[in-house]
């Protein structure tokens, strides 16, 4: 069975452009979060998509925003662009509510 | 508020000698707690669950809800063990495991 899928692995953007960044789960899990890994924050939640719905949402500003589609791949998007955006984002699928995370290699992006 | 705390950000033992990963947590309900490890070049997986009270590599942890900890132990430290490893946690009933607290990890390197 094929692991948690994240597009592209490497992304390098400029200060005020947008991003968007792409999950596919493992293949019957319908639940998808999301989370910034940064070396002076850690493991931060984003945002946690069930069924195409989002069901929680962490404490990040309004410019980063998700979605999950009918075939549960997620994309999460980051617009305007600032350098503490750098990080390296991971996605993780989950079969169901009570079902632990699986996690992807993550998308690096850095910011300039 | 969650926050899971590991003190000891590097930790370096010998080949065959017990090791200890201390986590601390701070949540007030019934939390639900979790290692998950990170070998070199691999993606985050998860190690255990202290609701499946299993054994997984010789790993064990046991939730001290008197002393908010969840310390993961090994009595014999093997060299493949070297990884990253990070405590997390669930908000626990009601909650959602796709949205975890995490500590900021522990290195652990086992020298042979």
């Known amino acids: 069975k094929a692991g948690v899928t994240q597009t592209p692995r490497y992304l390098i953007k400029t200060r005020g452009q947008q991003v968007t960044l792409s999950c596919s789960p493992i293949?019957?899990?319908?639940?998808v979060s999301w989370y910034q890994q940064t070396p002076g924050q850690g493991l931060q939640f984003l945002f946690e998509?069930?069924?195409?719905?989002?069901?929680n949402k962490g404490n990040f500003p309004g410019r980063f925003s998700g979605r999950q589609f009918s075939n549960s791949r997620s994309e999460m998007n980051v617009s305007t662009l600032e350098l503490g955006d750098s990080a390296l984002y991971l996605c993780?699928?989950?079969?169901?509510?009570?079902?632990?995370?699986?996690f992807g290699n993550g998308t690096r992006l850095t910011v300039t | 508020a969650q926050r899971v705390t590991q003190p000891e950000k590097l930790l370096s033992v010998f080949k065959g000698a017990p090791v200890e990963l201390k986590c601390n947590y701070s949540y007030s309900g019934s939390p639900e707690l979790f290692w998950y490890v990170q070998y070199s070049r691999q993606r985050l997986q998860l190690l255990l669950r202290?609701?499946s009270r299993e054994s997984i590599k010789g790993f064990t942890a046991d939730l001290n809800k008197g002393e908010t900890s969840f310390h993961l132990k090994k009595p014999f430290a093997q060299e493949e063990d070297s990884a990253m490893y990070y405590c997390?946690?669930?908000?626990?009933?009601?909650?959602?495991?796709?949205?975890?607290?995490f500590g900021r990890g522990t290195q652990l390197t086992v020298w042979p």
């Open positions: 998509y069930f069924s195409e719905t989002q069901r």
């Open positions: 202290h609701i």
């Open positions: 293949s019957g899990h319908r639940s």
């Open positions: 993780a699928s989950s079969l169901k509510r009570d079902s632990p995370l699986h």
């Open positions: 997390a946690l669930s908000g626990g009933r009601g909650s959602t495991l796709g949205r975890l607290y």
